[in-house]
């Protein structure tokens, strides 16, 4: 979509029951937070682009996008740049970042969504009585997520901090709950976002400092958060710290505790385990999350490492071997078959073979967005 698919908003003018209205137009602070009581009421056909996205399906999101555009469904500005979201964030799943960015370069002039064609209020013909902006805070993600896929690291974190700014301000802004919790979980999301980033550059110190900020925002009482903490110190090398934020998490622990909390005390406990290198003790800890929850993939990819470094190869290709035939929707990520594909090229001669099957596979049951290079066939 081009800046043309948005109406300019210089040439509807105001009628006379929009100026008489002017004082009770409803300001909207988030696109959600709108009269619309559905999905499709929202913006046309929303709920069918949200089932294709939950099921993986991008290119079929931009077969729609592409249909909806040619055959001019989309009449509203908001569902223009709603149905740009969606293909953009297909382009960016499908590894088409060059492809994503153009799109959004033909809709931005420089880095300002607070322009006026983003705003309800300039075209009152669509939108009487509602001002506020429509972009939708995942094209903003997007947008400070993209530079990254393009091997521009600076640029996406300059917008990331410049979205984590956009957040606060409009926390400040907002008196009622449900939409104070929801800029409260975007700034969660973005400001994890941001820690991954220094995190991948080994930046401890300055991850530390952003945990902390976390740390304020969700509470001391977060394992989520905490589990964090004590992974980036066992990074950073303060052991004895790593083990304190574990040990608080363990605390955390009561009779009716869930077995997500449980699961991720022993995760915890298993990676201090792999610091001193005793990968036996490690991989009971991986077991008891199994036993606790079938489809606890990260526990499974690790206990199948920890016992090839414990030179049992044969066992740890069963392992993955046997997540991907039980819960192949669950297992299928990139770094359980590249791990596989190694252990693979390890303990086979023929390993070329065995990969082409495994990839052969792959290509009829994974999603849209899964990189089939991870096979290295």
């Excluded at 969700?218 to 083990?243: F, I």
Aim: with cysteine.
């Amino acid at each position: 979509m081009d800046t043309a698919g948005l109406p300019d908003p210089n040439s509807s003018q105001p009628d006379s029951t929009t100026a008489a209205a002017a004082d009770t137009t409803t300001a909207i602070d988030d696109p959600l937070n709108n009269p619309y009581t559905s999905l499709n009421a929202i913006c046309h056909e929303l709920s069918d682009l949200q089932d294709l996205a939950t099921r993986g399906a991008w290119k079929s999101i931009l077969d729609k996008v592409g249909h909806a555009r040619s055959l001019n469904l989309l009449t509203k500005p908001h569902e223009h740049l709603t149905y740009l979201t969606f293909n953009v964030l297909a382009l960016t799943k499908l590894r088409r970042p060059v492809d994503a960015n153009q799109e959004l370069e033909t809709l931005l002039d420089g880095e300002d969504f607070n322009t006026p064609q983003f705003h309800y209020q300039n075209y009152p013909n669509h939108y009487p009585n509602m001002k506020g902006n429509f972009v939708p805070f995942a094209l903003r993600w997007l947008h400070a997520y993209l530079p990254y896929s393009l091997a521009q690291r600076m640029k996406s974190l300059d917008r990331l901090y410049t979205l984590i700014d956009f957040i606060r301000s409009k926390k400040l802004k907002v008196s009622t709950n449900p939409s104070k919790d929801l800029w409260k979980r975007r700034e969660i999301l973005v400001l994890n976002t941001i820690i991954s980033h220094h995190l991948s550059q080994k930046d401890f110190k300055l991850c530390l400092g952003l945990l902390n900020e976390l740390i304020g925002i969700c509470g001391d009482d977060d394992p989520n958060v905490l589990s964090k903490l004590g992974y980036v110190k066992m990074q950073y090398g303060d052991v004895e710290g790593a083990k304190r934020a574990f040990s608080t998490v363990e605390g955390m622990i009561g009779s009716e505790s869930e077995v997500g909390l449980r699961n991720l005390v022993s995760r915890s406990k298993a990676l201090m385990y792999i610091v001193e290198k005793d990968y036996v003790s490690a991989v009971r800890e991986y077991e008891k999350c199994i036993e606790r929850d079938g489809m606890d993939m990260v526990a499974m990819n690790n206990k199948a490492l920890c016992l090839m470094y414990s030179r049992d190869l044969s066992d740890a290709i069963k392992v993955l071997e046997n997540a991907l035939e039980r819960v192949p929707t669950v297992a299928l990520n990139e770094s359980l078959v590249v791990n596989l594909c190694s252990m693979y090229e390890l303990a086979y001669v023929n390993h070329a073979d065995i990969k082409k099957t495994l990839n052969n596979w792959i290509a009829r049951v994974a999603p849209d967005d899964f990189d089939s290079s991870c096979t290295r066939t």
